[in-house]
């Protein structure tokens, strides 16, 4: 079992940063894939980053270089650097592992609670 526990939501204006952090703990050997995720209301749940523990990356489209993945493997944390936010990045964000690669795809076994993003413009 892998509990995850997002930090570091807040609200911030158009044009500001935010840095997500994803504390890991319990059988961190099955959480070798990790990635952040984003569900706004009403919407499906989407993809917003991956990394993996060799450090392959991946990024949806919508970030446009505006956001970095990053993890500490020796404090078992993930972390989501958010810079030039915009409006339409206000939502409930959630990080996610698996012992499996799972990339973009919502099918990751574990799951925190979720850390709310307010952009406002």
């Known amino acids: 079992q892998v509990h995850l526990v997002e930090s570091g939501g807040d609200s911030v204006q158009a044009g500001g940063s935010l840095r997500l952090s994803c504390a890991a703990s319990?059988?961190?050997?099955?959480?070798?894939?990790m990635g952040w995720f984003r569900q706004g209301p009403g919407k499906e749940r989407e993809g917003v980053a991956s990394?993996?523990?060799?450090?392959?990356?991946a990024y949806a489209d919508f970030v446009e270089g505006r956001f970095t993945i990053s993890q500490d493997n020796a404090k078992n944390t993930l972390y989501l650097q958010m810079n030039s936010l915009k409006p339409e990045d206000s939502s409930m964000y959630y990080c996610?592992?698996?012992?499996?690669?799972?990339?973009?795809?919502?099918?990751?076994?574990?799951w925190g609670q979720g850390t709310q993003v307010t952009v406002s413009s």
């Open positions: 990394i993996d523990r060799d450090g392959s990356i």
């Open positions: 319990g059988d961190t050997d099955r959480s070798m894939y």
């Open positions: 996610a592992a698996d012992s499996q690669k799972r990339w973009l795809l919502p099918l990751y076994k574990y």
